[in-house]
């Protein structure tokens, strides 16, 4: 039987556009500072693929600054900000809480939303200008942060905003000029890419100092011969994205057959955010009295790939902060498992999950019973 993957927020499938655009590349030579014919063509990739990933969020081309992935742009915003003071809000990404040492610290309620009162209240404190970070939607559960709201609040008290924002491309509309932000991570591999890309984008008028320095590559903002091969990816799969709006709501309905589906075998499921907004493709879900780990293990043996969590968190036994930041105890957060579902997921897939998710959840319950 055909395995079915299930860990999209981690990677997503490779879409036949990018691995195209790549393939191209690699066949060429040239590096896309040299000013020779071959150099040029090396450049004309880059530039195109730029074009193509400032459009996703309406910035500038020259906004855009290509790194390797979410984890070094997120770093590139913090580190390289300028500001002396920095919030984040408790379930942002580990690479954005490993950025800067320090941190303030915003908690978030029951669903996991940012406490905009609490925002408000640390921004009005007197001290040196602030850079506030905000994921655009969560990456375990899928829930969707006010950003424009918190961006506004940002803007009364002089302070910028970065919003990682790699679990939502493609899977609904990014405007950093609506949303009021500063700065946005992307990342190729999340939305059909391949891995070793990613981005971060700069509204008119905002820099970053350089991480990495002594090329001069990507305006000074970070040296080092560009990966033309992965950033023509990038550009492809953005371009193949297509109707993110109809995709989101194709996800949408695969997602919610699939709730229904544990609900209806396992009435005593707990599904995480699901009383707010969240993107279309993602569940996170809590089976009583099994853990995640055993979850997961069970249902690959069963031909199903999820995850227990974020992926940079793989090969680690513990409760998600993400979950403990929203008070949930360490027995049900060390339950949760996350099912994300990609452009390539279908309603067999669903089906699939949700048969192998409530066989493992009955013979649990066996065990338990004759113990």
């Known amino acids: 039987m055909t395995p079915v993957y299930l860990d999209h927020n981690a990677t997503t ?5 990018a691995a195209a655009a790549m393939a191209r590349v690699l066949e060429t030579t040239g590096n896309p500072s040299s000013v020779h014919g071959f150099g040029r063509a090396a ?3 880059i530039e195109d693929a730029r074009e193509k990933v400032a459009a996703l969020a309406r910035v500038a081309p020259a906004g855009v600054v290509f790194t390797s992935g979410g984890s070094e742009a997120n770093h590139l ?3 390289g900000c300028g500001r002396a003071r920095i919030l984040i809000s408790a379930v942002e990404h580990d690479s954005v809480l490993s950025a800067v040492r320090g941190a303030d610290i915003v908690p978030v309620d029951a669903d996991g939303v940012i406490d905009l009162a609490v925002l408000e209240r640390r921004l009005a404190d007197d001290g040196p200008p602030a850079m506030l970070s905000l994921m655009v939607a969560n990456n375990e559960t ?5 950003v424009a709201e918190a961006a506004a609040i940002a803007a009364r008290h002089g302070a910028l905003v970065h ?7 493609g899977r609904m509309d990014l405007n950093m000029a609506v949303l009021g932000i500063h700065m946005m991570t992307l990342s190729a591999h999340k939305l059909g890419g391949p ?12 820099d970053v100092a350089a991480a990495i320095r002594g090329g001069g590559q990507e305006r000074g903002r970070r040296a080092g ?8 990816g990038f550009g492809a799969a953005v371009e193949a994205m297509g109707d993110t709006a109809a995709e989101s709501r194709r996800l949408a309905g695969l997602r919610n057959d699939l709730e229904c589906g544990v609900r209806a075998r396992v009435p005593n499921v707990r599904i995480f955010g699901d009383g707010v907004g969240r993107i279309a493709n993602t569940s996170c879900l809590a089976m009583p009295g099994v853990g995640n780990e055993t979850q997961v293990m069970a249902l690959d043996l069963a031909g199903v ?3 227990a969590g974020a992926a940079c968190s793989s090969g680690k036994v513990g409760a998600s902060h993400v979950l403990r930041a929203m008070g949930v105890d360490d027995a049900t957060a060390r339950s949760a498992i996350r099912v994300s579902l990609g452009w390539t997921s279908t309603a067999a897939d669903i089906g699939r999950f949700v048969d192998a998710w409530a066989a493992l959840h009955a013979r649990a319950a066996v065990a338990r019973n004759a113990a």
């Open 142 to 146: 899928g829930v969707i942060q006010p």
């Open 43 to 45: 450049r004309r990739v």
């Open 225 to 232: 011969t560009e990966n033309a091969p992965a950033i023509a």
């Open 77 to 79: 915003a913090l580190a």
């Open 195 to 206: 891995p070793g890309a990613g981005a971060l984008l700069l509204a008119e008028g905002i």
């Open 305 to 307: 790939a999820i995850s």
């Open 13 to 17: 499938t490779l879409r036949p556009e």
């Open 163 to 169: 919003c990682d924002a790699v679990q939502a491309a």
